[in-house]
């Protein structure tokens, strides 16, 4: 009977063991996981060099490839229908898209975490005639780094952002937050200057 009892603890510890053990590499592993998207998150948002590229299906299931795009100015706009500052800046895109498509600028809107039926509403309020899609997944939204919505991006015909610094210290290929209309007309003549 000694026999049994001195042999049981033994391989009850052995069994603690390889759950730690498990436990410890499942927590190796989320902090690593942890870590990259810390990292990926710190990295911030895309402000210069090439623009990344992706396909875009609009709602009304045309297709837009950007790195096809080339030649042409295009201007990337994240939004969602639940987002207030969005509502702002629309009129805007609308006005510019009327004023630039003739000269070959093509605006394009990119609908992030949204369902169609609201992101179909927003675009009939807002009169919206440049594509939108729905970015599925957010892989576009991933690719370029966005923080939030709004948020644009302005690739020249070259198909890298438009470089450069503005006079309030803001890089020129991107805009955070609500795109004031004079902003995104003077970057949209950039890109066609150049």
Not at 47 to 59: E, I, N, S
Not at 94 to 105: F, I, L, M, P, S
Not at 145 to 158: L, Q, R, S, W
């Amino acid at each position: 009977m000694s026999e049994s009892i001195a042999s049981a603890p033994p391989k009850r510890r052995t069994g603690v063991l390889i759950t730690f053990a498990v436990i410890g590499v499942i927590v190796v592993g989320l902090l690593v996981l942890l870590a990259f998207a810390v990292r990926q998150r710190g990295a911030g948002p895309l402000a210069t060099g090439d623009a990344p590229d992706f396909t875009l299906t609009t709602f009304d299931g045309q297709t837009y490839t950007l790195s096809k795009l080339k030649g042409k100015p295009v201007v990337i706009n994240f939004w969602a229908s639940w987002c207030v500052p969005c509502r702002d800046e629309a009129p805007g895109l609308q006005r510019a898209w009327e004023t630039y498509k003739d000269r070959g600028v093509l605006i394009l809107g990119v609908d992030y975490v949204d369902t169609e039926t609201d992101a179909r509403k927003f675009i009939a309020e807002f009169k919206q005639t440049y594509p939108n899609g729905p970015d599925l997944a957010t892989r576009i939204s991933q690719a370029y780094k966005i923080t939030g919505v709004p948020e644009t991006y302005f690739v020249g015909k070259d198909g890298k952002l438009l470089q450069g610094i503005d006079d309030k210290g803001r890089v020129k290929g991107n805009w955070i937050g609500p795109l004031p209309e004079e902003v995104l007309n003077a970057r949209i003549e950039e890109m066609l200057r150049q």
